[in-house]
């Protein structure tokens, strides 16, 4: 059975949870049978129920994957439709923060870490998203770094200086099941990186196992090389990383948007400054600042700067899969 024969309300109400059981299995038997459907499927259970009432058509994912979005919303967990048992099947991200906290000789209960988790709303019905990974550990004055568009060298870099590293993997394709899915869908420890091999902890059975790194690459791409990079404060050799977003160049009719944004920026700095006691002055020092001018006196070379950053900013909104749209 395709999905030709399914409605698109009988979908609808099945990505709302309100399908009858016998309608369930028609979908499921479905899915099976058609992996774009399957794909589908995975993409939208790993949305946020905050954002399901966002109808995402097979058109709009292809265009995802074309355009390369990071998958910061993606839920590091077994997948609720197609994946394997856990005790908790939404809690990898949780018993991998607590493996870590281990690591630094700081016992806590996953009872009470994911109590935490759900108070800060870090941990969704199906998982954590990506982006929350590690909040749990600054909570206990760990240093987190989070990355995207990582690789081998740097994983090993992060570990040869005594980090400890989480990173969001696609769990079907690293046990080499067969899958059409590119949905990062759980989260391991990452202990030790050869040539060869890599050795991780894997939460879903709390056990160390090793990996090919061809196996290990393939089932880490799907989360763009994520990252969690964690450390004692203060003994991090910090490296900034931004996520590069310059491939997602924005249209024209944004620059009204971003000079406007500039702007704002400008305004926001020096009601800060001011507050500060800081003032115009031509040469920069403790109470004197040469920007504190209205933005239209500001010379070129500022005004671009802020146009520069207000760009970023929409082009890395852009990259983590959100869409900017006019309101007419």
């Known amino acids: 059975m395709s ?30 049978e058609d992996p774009e459907l399957k794909e589908e499927i995975d993409f939208m259970m790993s949305i946020p129920h905050e954002l399901m009432d966002i109808h995402v058509s097979r058109e709009e994912i292809e265009s995802a994957k074309e355009v390369s979005y990071l998958p910061m919303w993606r839920l590091a967990a077994q997948s609720r439709v197609y994946g394997h048992e856990m005790k908790a099947p939404n809690d990898c991200v949780i018993k991998c923060e607590q493996y870590v906290l281990q690591l630094f000789n700081i016992d806590e209960s996953i009872k009470t870490l994911k109590e935490l988790s759900q108070k800060n709303k ?36 992060e570990l040869d200086n005594d980090c400890k590293i989480i990173v969001a993997i696609n769990s079907d394709k690293l046990n080499n099941n067969e899958t059409n899915s590119i949905i990062p869908n759980h989260a391991v420890v990452v202990l030790s990186v050869n040539e ?22 393939s089932a880490w791409k799907d989360s763009h090389y994520y990252i969690v990079s964690v450390k004692e404060r203060g003994k991090r050799q910090y490296t900034p990383a931004p996520i590069d977003a310059s491939k997602f160049q924005l249209s024209t009719d944004l620059d009204e948007l ?23 002055g031509p040469v920069r020092d403790e109470k004197h600042n040469p920007d504190m001018l209205p933005y239209s006196d500001l010379p070129e070379s500022e005004k671009e700067y802020d146009r520069k950053a207000a760009r ?9 899969g959100y869409k900017i749209e006019r309101k007419k």
């Open 258 to 280: 971003i000079e406007a944004i500039a702007e704002n920026n400008h305004e926001v700095w020096a009601k800060d400054r001011r507050k500060e006691g800081i003032e115009y």
């Open 312 to 320: 970023g900013i929409l082009e890395l909104v852009q990259r983590l």
């Open 196 to 217: 060869k091999e890599v050795l991780i902890y894997d939460p879903q059975n709390a056990q160390k196992l090793s990996h090919s790194v061809d196996s290990f690459i």
């Open 122 to 157: 870090w941990l969704k019905e199906g998982g954590t998203p990506l982006h929350h990974i590690g909040r749990i550990l600054s909570e206990y004055q760990l240093s987190v770094v989070r990355r995207y568009d990582c690789d081998i060298d740097i994983l090993r870099n």
């Open 3 to 32: 999905k030709l024969l399914l409605s698109e309300e009988l979908m609808a109400r099945f990505y709302d949870g309100e399908t009858t059981p016998e309608e369930t299995i028609k979908i499921l038997r479905a899915a099976k």
